[in-house]
């Protein structure tokens, strides 16, 4: 069972925020050191994986700071940093100790819950994620109920949905290639609409991380 806020839990976060038609949830690992890109630090070390997920993690926050107010930027953590001063306008919820598929039905349930009309989830490493393409996918969900962005390793970056959805977040292996593939199948069988943005790739292995960090600064300096 995906678990859901309390009545009180949604009562008092009525009372810290004004209701967005919007809501925008970037699912994060607390930045702590050795908790985070387990890969990349296999290859060069657990200081500069935690280097570059932090990168990453402020590179999202800062893309989307002039998201319309009407939306509610929320950071679901697995552990609330004891500092959140860099992630000042965000809220921040506590993610539940279950699957990837559960939390995410979690985030979409108690947004569309708290008065969200649509909700997005995205994760912390795509480094070209922006703003264009969360508003983008935000008016996807005006025709379509399901908004997924393919990321290039057969999973997705992004989904959104305007209702609870459990077709959505199929019984799959979350770490797999297929990911997007029997989350499309899951779609298509019970005839629930969707529709897929670009493809976008994530940061998995430093060569990854090298290589756009490198193309963001030849963009810089051009």
């Not at 699912?27 to 935690?50: C, S, Y």
């Not at 057969?154 to 770490?175: M, Q, S, T």
């Not at 779609?187 to 897929?196: D, E, M, N, R």
């Not at 991380?209 to 300096?221: F, L, Q």
Request: proline fraction near 4%; include cysteine; charge should be negative.
């Amino acid at each position: 069972m995906v678990p859901k806020f309390t009545v009180g839990d949604l009562e008092d976060l009525k009372t810290q925020y004004s209701e967005g038609r919007n809501a925008l949830i970037l699912l994060a690992r607390a930045p702590e050191l050795g908790k985070v890109k387990t890969r990349i630090a296999t290859e060069v070390g657990a200081e500069k994986a935690l280097h570059v997920y932090t990168r990453l993690l402020k590179n999202i926050v800062s893309s989307m700071s002039d998201l319309e107010k009407s939306v509610r930027k929320i950071i679901a953590w697995t552990k609330v940093p004891d500092n959140t001063g860099d992630y000042q306008d965000w809220e921040h919820w506590l993610q539940p100790e279950v699957d990837l598929g559960d939390c995410m039905q979690w985030a979409i349930h108690n947004s569309v819950a708290l008065g969200a009309e649509k909700a997005i989830i995205v994760g912390a490493d795509i480094p070209d994620i922006s703003q264009d393409r969360i508003e983008r996918a935000f008016d996807t969900l005006d025709y379509t109920d399901v908004v997924l962005g393919p990321a290039a390793d057969g999973g997705y970056y992004l989904v959104g949905a305007k209702r609870d959805i459990p077709e959505l977040f199929p019984d799959i292996n979350w770490g797999g290639t297929d990911v997007l593939d029997k989350t499309t199948e899951s779609l298509q069988k019970t005839g629930i609409s969707f529709q897929l943005l670009d493809i976008l790739s994530d940061i998995d292995h430093w060569e990854d991380w090298v290589e756009w960090s490198g193309r963001i600064k030849k963009y810089t300096e051009s």
